[in-house]
């Protein structure tokens, strides 16, 4: 047996500083730990999706992966109790004249136990399945479920669902965000481009995630989706938003891998408010849902709003109720975006996932993606 050839971490006394550190010995990446007066050492590569073990937290014995969480035994590289075959490679230490040695050679191979995949994550369908045009609406009003109120913006949005039905012979289908429990974006991504994972890393953490039935519609069944929005402070609803920021992850596939999740799917707004500012909350509406790769029908949004001086929220709603016109509008921008979702469908490919740098922002490949730290996983 080939002798081992032991690797200098540097003076014990200065490793006992910290209790949890990442280090690059060679070619190796280690997560090397100290607690109780003694050092483990383990690969500082998770299993998950290639975590930095060392820039993680002690908890007891255990090392706690600092982008999802999962555990490990800080000597052994096995995994929490009842995850023990979940394992990274653990590595032998000693302590010789003031210094901490390594051997790179592990002690015990990496072994990735199976994770089934969630539905969410199987691939998206180049072609859409035939049958009736799939018309999503999704509602980011807030209201008291158990005392709901008239919302205009779903009023309105009821009519264009309603409308892509009866004049289409579409499939609807409503999502009320009020109806739906879910966290807020945890900032995987803040944490590196690579934390944040598709299906959603809360997705993945949590099986009873609420936007599970939003990313299914709007990644997997519809061809058409319209959003309908109040205007809260010049803004749209901070539901709105609470389920954009969730949607990082389909963007950052595109930085990451260049798959695009979302083709040849059509998107357009209903936005009413009391007061103004219909082209700013369009503006943000637009913009984001164009980085995800949708496409717009002609004239992509309907509003409504009294307006600065003729606020007057005792008469909106019934202004709304009495508006033929503006239901109407909402039947028409339907009829608009299940057109454009048909004129897609013919033209198919329009949007593929060959085009060059789409929704990077025009960068380079590499550019500004730093991959994790990779480690030999024999
Ligand atoms: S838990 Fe370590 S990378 Fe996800």
Same mark, same amino acid.
């Given at each position: 047996?080939?002798?081992?050839?032991?690797?200098?971490?540097?003076?014990?006394?200065? =490793?006992?500083q910290k209790?949890l550190?990442? &280090?690059?010995?060679?070619k190796t990446?280690?997560a090397l730990?100290?607690?109780?007066?003694?050092?483990?050492a383990?690969?500082?590569? !998770?299993?998950?999706?290639?975590?930095?073990?060392?820039?993680?937290?002690l908890?007891?014995?255990?090392?706690?992966?600092?982008?999802?969480?999962?555990?490990?035994?800080?000597?052994?590289?096995s995994g929490?109790?009842?995850?023990?075959?979940?394992?990274v490679? %653990?590595y032998?230490?000693?302590?010789?004249n003031?210094?901490?040695?390594?051997?790179?050679t592990?002690?015990?191979?990496?072994?990735k136990?199976p994770?089934?995949?969630?539905p969410?994550a199987?691939?998206v369908?180049?072609?859409?399945?035939? %049958?009736a045009?799939r018309? &999503?609406?999704v509602?980011?009003?807030v209201m008291?479920?158990?005392y709901?109120?008239?919302?205009?913006?779903e009023?309105l949005l009821?009519?264009a669902?309603?409308?892509a039905?009866?004049?289409?012979g579409?499939?609807?289908q409503?999502?009320r =965000?009020n109806?739906?429990?879910f966290?807020? !974006?945890?900032?995987?991504?803040?944490k590196s481009?690579?934390?944040?994972?598709?299906?959603?890393?809360?997705t993945?953490?949590d099986?009873?995630?609420?936007l599970t039935p939003?990313?299914?519609?709007?990644?997997?069944?519809?061809?058409?989706?319209? &959003?309908a929005?109040?205007?809260?402070w010049g803004?749209?609803?901070?539901l709105?938003?609470?389920?954009?920021e969730?949607m990082?992850c389909?963007q #950052?596939q595109?930085?990451?891998?260049?798959?695009i999740?979302?083709?040849?799917?059509?998107?357009s707004?209903?936005i009413?408010g009391?007061?103004?500012?219909?082209?700013?909350?369009?503006?943000?509406m =637009?913009a984001?849902?164009?980085?995800l790769?949708f496409?717009?029908?002609?004239?992509p949004y309907?509003?409504?709003?009294l307006?600065?001086?003729?606020?007057?929220?005792?008469? #909106?709603?019934?202004?709304v109720q009495?508006?033929?016109?503006l239901?109407s509008?909402?039947?028409?921008?339907?009829?608009?975006?299940?057109?454009?979702?048909?004129?897609?469908?013919?033209?198919?490919k329009?949007?593929?996932?060959k085009m060059?740098?789409?929704g990077?922002?025009?960068?380079r490949?590499?550019?500004?993606?730093?991959?994790?730290e990779?480690?030999?996983?024999?």
């Amino acid at each position: 047996m080939a002798e081992a050839q032991w690797l200098d971490l540097g003076p014990v006394e200065q =490793l006992q500083q910290k209790s949890l550190q990442q &280090l690059t010995v060679g070619k190796t990446v280690i997560a090397l730990s100290y607690a109780n007066g003694e050092f483990g050492a383990i690969s500082g590569v !998770c299993n998950h999706v290639g975590g930095p073990l060392g820039k993680g937290c002690l908890e007891g014995d255990l090392i706690v992966c600092p982008w999802h969480r999962w555990r490990y035994d800080r000597k052994t590289g096995s995994g929490e109790p009842g995850y023990e075959e979940e394992r990274v490679p %653990g590595y032998e230490i000693k302590i010789e004249n003031g210094h901490l040695w390594l051997n790179p050679t592990p002690l015990t191979k990496r072994h990735k136990l199976p994770h089934p995949a969630l539905p969410l994550a199987r691939p998206v369908k180049a072609e859409r399945d035939p %049958g009736a045009w799939r018309v &999503l609406g999704v509602s980011t009003t807030v209201m008291e479920k158990n005392y709901p109120r008239y919302s205009t913006s779903e009023t309105l949005l009821q009519a264009a669902l309603d409308g892509a039905q009866q004049n289409h012979g579409a499939q609807t289908q409503l999502l009320r =965000l009020n109806d739906l429990k879910f966290r807020n !974006c945890e900032g995987y991504y803040s944490k590196s481009s690579h934390a944040c994972t598709w299906p959603c890393s809360i997705t993945q953490m949590d099986p009873n995630d609420g936007l599970t039935p939003v990313y299914e519609a709007m990644v997997h069944w519809a061809d058409v989706i319209l &959003l309908a929005t109040p205007i809260r402070w010049g803004a749209p609803s901070s539901l709105y938003f609470k389920m954009v920021e969730r949607m990082n992850c389909i963007q #950052n596939q595109i930085t990451l891998f260049n798959k695009i999740l979302i083709q040849n799917k059509v998107i357009s707004f209903i936005i009413t408010g009391g007061q103004d500012n219909i082209q700013a909350v369009a503006g943000e509406m =637009l913009a984001f849902f164009s980085e995800l790769g949708f496409m717009f029908p002609p004239f992509p949004y309907i509003a409504h709003s009294l307006g600065w001086e003729a606020e007057n929220m005792e008469r #909106n709603m019934e202004f709304v109720q009495a508006s033929a016109e503006l239901k109407s509008g909402a039947i028409d921008l339907a009829r608009r975006s299940v057109e454009m979702a048909e004129r897609l469908c013919a033209a198919a490919k329009i949007v593929g996932d060959k085009m060059e740098r789409a929704g990077r922002k025009a960068h380079r490949d590499k550019q500004n993606v730093k991959k994790p730290e990779t480690v030999d996983h024999s």
